[in-house]
Structure formats: C-alpha cells, structure tokens
C-alpha cells in the first residue's frame, strides 16, 4: 500500500524511549554513597571529636547523611586489633542503630519514590494511550465526516452532471433544429426574389406594382427577418453551449478532484497501528499544502453547482425561445406565402378575365372589320353603278343643246334631266362622303385590332410568367415541419 502521508505529530511519529524511568544505571547508583571516593579512602577522615557524635543527634541533612553514610562504611570496615590506636575510633551503639533508621527511612522513600514514579508513570502511560487511541477515534471519524461530506458533494456533482449533459445535448438538438430551419428558408428566399425577377419581364401596361408584387416584397422582407432573428438566436445558442461545456468541465474537474480526495481519505480512513505502509514522516506537520478550508472547499462546489443551475436554467429559456421562435417564425412564413399564392391566384385570374375580355373584343372588331370591308365594296361598288345613270342624262342634256332655233326650249323634260343630274351628282358625292367614313373606320378598326393583338400578347405573356414561371415555383415551398427544424 503506498502511504502518502502522516501526521509527524502523531505518538507513532516519535522515537519509542521513555523519558519517565530512568537508567538502570541511574537507579543503582541512586542506592549508593553519594561520594565514593571518600569510602575508597577510610584513613582520611578517621579520628572524629565527640561535637562531630553530638552533631549527629540533630535533625538529617543532605550533608549529615552524607557523613553517616561514611561513617557506615567506615563501621562495616574490618579493623583488626593491631591496628586499633584509641578507642575513640569506635561508634556507639545509638550511631548504629541511627545508622540503620537512616537507611530504612531513605530505602523506604526510595521505594515509595520509585512506586510513585511507577504508578504515575503506569497511569500516565495508560491515560496517553487511550489520549492517543481516542485522539486516532476522533480522527478517524473525522476522516469518515470528511467521507461522507466528498460523498455527499460527489453525489450532487454527479446528478448536476447528467441534467447538464442532458441539457447540452436538448440545446445541441434544438440548435441542430435551428440550423435546419434557418438553411430551410434559403429555397423560400431565393423562390420570392425569382418570382419579383420573373415579373421584372411584364411589357408595358402590365408592368404595375399590383397587390402581388408587395405580396412578394413583404414576402422577402418577412423571410430575412425571420432569418435574422433566427441567426441572432443560433448565436446565442453556440455562446450558451460554450457556457454549458465551460460549466460542465469544471464540475467534472471538481468531480475528479472529489474521486482523488475520497480515494485518499478512504485510504486513510482505513488505516490502523497494523496496517502495512505506515512509516515516519518527520516535518510532515510542520507542512501545510492546504489551498482552502471546509467553508471554502463547500462553498467552491455549492458555486460550481449554482452556476451550473443557473447555466441549465438560461439554456432550458433560451430553449423555450428557439421553440417559440420556430413557431411563430414559420407561421408567418406560411401565412404570408399563402397571402401571395392568393394574389397570385387572383391577379392570374383578373388576368385570365381581361385576356377573354380582350379575346372577345378582338373577334368582335374583326367582325366589325369585316362588315365594314364588305360596306366600303358595297359603297364603291353604288358609285360606280352610278356612273351610267350620270352619263345618260349629262350625254341627254347635251343631245338636247344640239336642237335648233326655237325648238332649243327649257321645257320639263330639260328640268328634269337636270334636276336628275343633280340628284345623281348629289348621291355620288354622298356615297364618297360615307366611303370615306366608311375607310376612315375600317382604318380605325384596324389600329383597335392591332391594339387588342398587343394587349392580348401582353396579356399572354403575364399569365405565362405568374402561372408558368412563378407558381410552379412556388409548388417547391418548404412544409411546416421543415420550416421548424424537423427532417
């Protein structure tokens, strides 16, 4: 198991030596003479007066016990009798038996001194060790605290995570829906401005800004409309989508951090005094790596994880508004096409009406034409049936100028041949006057004929390009499902 760190503060951190008992060589010599130099040397000190056997009678000092200890050695000390020079050199039997009580007091204090130090370092042992195993309880449950606290966040990080992805990928798809939409009115577009291009060809009259051709301009400005709102939109969904990502990396960054943590601290969690790994590390509490502290470490994920919800909510709107938008941009797509197809239908029909109407007038003309030929040869045909009738009564008049004398008489037959040249005269003059009208209005008829043909041309050529041209264009126009992004 690899260790990647410990408290240096820890008992189990510190070299195993006891500073409580002592030696066993500081306990032996605390049984011993104080000075042993002085015991190695007995003739040093060996004559003593009778203050020095008075003095020892007084209470025990440090320094009083240090002389009876000389004075023990020097009792326990074999003198043999040739070397004994006065009897001075001997101690009394109150010296002894003080002796003795000296050293039972200073055993017994010995004793109860060592099994005080004994107890007390029993029970100090006893209360570091449960000081230590209840400090290891405290900090294993505040390991396990910190478990359930990276458990706990881990688990919100994870369900952020799948309603973020599941948001990204609603977003992606009503921005793919979008895009659809948006490529969708490209064929709309390009039919409106084709049929305004097409209707550019009417020749004179019909070149009227009618009812259709605004259909058609509105039409146009209604598509680039829509089409700039859903750019705006599409726009705003690719910035929210980054946002998204952008929200959705850090909390997987936080969530592999909280994996890392919570491998780390359940490792730890689980280790015991016989676990394998443990090992000193010495300065280890003196260093602090710590980047943040429980409210803070709280407070960085509960952030992530609000910006994130709000991200979710903006997106979850921006949503609404792509849908409503596709909707509503659609219907007036629809509406307005369907405004123009019923222009269509009724300026083709308007034109269709005046193409028979002009039809109608033509043949009438062309009858009239007709009629009026068949008058003009009638009326050419009366004047010249008037020539002879003309020459018999001048070619009468001027037989009769040939009479003689007095029979050259201005009598009634000469009346009437000029009364009868006069009539036929006055008659041809009136057929040439209603010749003339009549060539006058077959003239006029036929400048009315070319115009009906002209008008009738311009006519045809209209309901060509407002029947053939355009409708059958606009037959290509997207479906409303289309219109909203579906395939």
Same mark, same amino acid.
């Given at each position: 198991?690899?260790?990647?760190?410990?408290?240096?503060?820890?008992?189990?951190?510190?070299?195993?030596?006891?500073?409580?008992?002592?030696?066993?060589?500081?306990?032996?010599? +605390?049984?011993?003479?104080?000075?042993?130099?002085?015991?190695?040397?007995?003739?040093?000190?060996?004559?003593?007066?009778? !203050?020095?056997?008075?003095?020892? +009678?007084?209470?025990?000092?440090?320094?009083?016990?240090?002389?009876?200890?000389?004075?023990?050695?020097?009792?326990?000390?074999?003198?043999?009798?040739?070397?004994?020079?006065?009897?001075?050199?001997?101690?009394?039997? %109150?010296?002894?038996?003080?002796?003795? =009580?000296?050293?039972?007091?200073?055993?017994?204090?010995?004793?109860? +001194?060592?099994?005080?130090?004994?107890?007390?370092?029993?029970?100090? =042992?006893?209360?570091?060790?449960?000081?230590?195993?209840?400090?290891?309880?405290?900090?294993?449950?505040?390991?396990?605290?910190?478990?359930? %606290?990276?458990?706990?966040?881990?688990?919100?990080?994870?369900?952020?995570?799948?309603?973020?992805?599941?948001?990204?990928?609603?977003?992606?798809?009503?921005?793919?829906?979008?895009?659809?939409?948006?490529?969708?009115?490209? !064929?709309?577009?390009?039919?409106?401005?084709?049929?305004?291009?097409?209707?550019?060809?009417? *020749?004179?009259?019909?070149?009227?800004?009618?009812?259709?051709?605004?259909?058609?301009?509105?039409?146009?400005?209604? *598509?680039?409309?829509?089409?700039?709102?859903?750019?705006?939109?599409?726009?705003?969904?690719?910035?929210?989508?980054?946002?998204?990502?952008?929200?959705?990396?850090?909390?997987?960054?936080? =969530?592999?951090?909280?994996?890392?943590?919570?491998?780390?601290?359940?490792?730890?969690?689980?280790?015991?005094?016989?676990?394998? !790994? $443990?090992?000193?590390?010495?300065?280890?509490?003196?260093?602090?790596?710590?980047?943040?502290?429980?409210?803070?470490?709280?407070?960085?994920?509960?952030?992530?994880?609000?910006?994130?919800? +709000?991200?979710? &909510?903006?997106?979850?709107?921006?949503?609404?508004? $792509?849908? $409503?938008?596709?909707?509503?941009?659609?219907?007036?797509?629809?509406?307005?096409?369907?405004?123009?197809?019923?222009?269509?239908?009724?300026?083709?029909?308007?034109?269709?009406?005046?193409?028979?109407?002009?039809?109608?007038?033509?043949?009438?003309?062309?009858?009239?034409?007709?009629?009026?030929? =068949?008058?003009?040869?009638?009326?050419?045909?009366?004047?010249?049936?008037?020539?002879?009738?003309?020459?018999?009564?001048?070619?009468?008049?001027?037989?009769?100028?040939?009479?003689?004398?007095?029979?050259?008489?201005?009598?009634?037959?000469?009346?009437?041949?000029? !009364?009868?040249?006069?009539? *036929?005269?006055?008659?041809?003059?009136?057929?040439?006057?209603?010749?003339?009208?009549?060539?006058?209005?077959?003239?006029?008829?036929?400048?009315?004929?070319?115009?009906?043909?002209?008008?009738?041309?311009?006519? &045809?050529?209209?309901?060509?390009?407002?029947?053939?041209?355009?409708?059958?264009?606009?037959?290509?126009?997207?479906?409303?499902?289309?219109?909203?992004?579906?395939?």
């Amino acid at each position: 198991m690899e260790l990647l760190g410990s408290s240096l503060t820890a008992t189990y951190a510190r070299p195993r030596t006891s500073h409580f008992l002592p030696a066993i060589s500081t306990m032996a010599s +605390s049984y011993r003479n104080t000075q042993p130099a002085l015991a190695m040397n007995p003739s040093a000190n060996l004559w003593r007066t009778n !203050g020095y056997y008075k003095s020892s +009678s007084a209470v025990s000092t440090p320094s009083s016990m240090q002389r009876d200890n000389l004075d023990l050695v020097r009792a326990q000390t074999v003198y043999y009798p040739s070397n004994r020079t006065a009897l001075s050199t001997r101690y009394t039997p %109150d010296d002894w038996y003080k002796s003795n =009580m000296s050293n039972y007091r200073e055993s017994e204090s010995s004793r109860k +001194s060592a099994e005080r130090l004994r107890t007390d370092t029993l029970r100090m =042992m006893q209360d570091k060790e449960q000081l230590t195993r209840l400090t290891q309880e405290k900090t294993s449950k505040n390991i396990g605290e910190r478990l359930n %606290d990276i458990v706990f966040w881990r688990a919100e990080l994870t369900h952020e995570i799948d309603n973020m992805v599941t948001e990204i990928a609603a977003l992606t798809e009503v921005k793919r829906r979008l895009e659809r939409a948006l490529a969708e009115t490209q !064929g709309p577009l390009q039919v409106s401005q084709e049929c305004l291009y097409h209707r550019e060809k009417r *020749i004179s009259i019909d070149l009227v800004h009618d009812g259709v051709e605004k259909d058609l301009i509105k039409e146009v400005e209604v *598509i680039k409309s829509c089409q700039e709102r859903m750019r705006r939109h599409l726009d705003r969904a690719i910035a929210q989508l980054a946002s998204n990502r952008a929200a959705q990396h850090e909390l997987e960054r936080d =969530m592999s951090d909280k994996v890392t943590a919570q491998r780390i601290d359940g490792r730890c969690h689980h280790l015991r005094n016989t676990s394998d !790994g $443990i090992g000193y590390y010495r300065g280890i509490e003196r260093l602090d790596p710590s980047l943040s502290l429980p409210d803070s470490w709280s407070k960085f994920t509960d952030d992530n994880i609000l910006l994130s919800q +709000s991200g979710r &909510a903006a997106s979850q709107k921006l949503r609404d508004e $792509i849908e $409503i938008l596709l909707s509503s941009t659609s219907n007036e797509m629809w509406n307005q096409f369907n405004n123009a197809n019923v222009a269509f239908t009724n300026r083709i029909s308007e034109t269709a009406d005046a193409k028979n109407s002009l039809q109608m007038h033509l043949a009438k003309t062309l009858q009239e034409i007709f009629q009026t030929e =068949m008058l003009i040869e009638s009326l050419r045909k009366a004047l010249r049936d008037k020539e002879c009738p003309l020459k018999v009564a001048q070619t009468r008049l001027e037989e009769r100028t040939r009479r003689p004398n007095v029979e050259l008489c201005r009598d009634n037959p000469h009346h009437r041949l000029v !009364g009868e040249v006069r009539e *036929i005269e006055d008659t041809i003059h009136k057929l040439q006057e209603r010749l003339m009208q009549a060539e006058n209005t077959l003239q006029t008829l036929v400048k009315t004929k070319v115009t009906l043909e002209h008008d009738l041309s311009i006519k &045809a050529n209209s309901l060509f390009l407002d029947q053939e041209k355009c409708m059958s264009m606009r037959k290509s126009f997207p479906s409303m499902p289309r219109l909203v992004g579906y395939t």
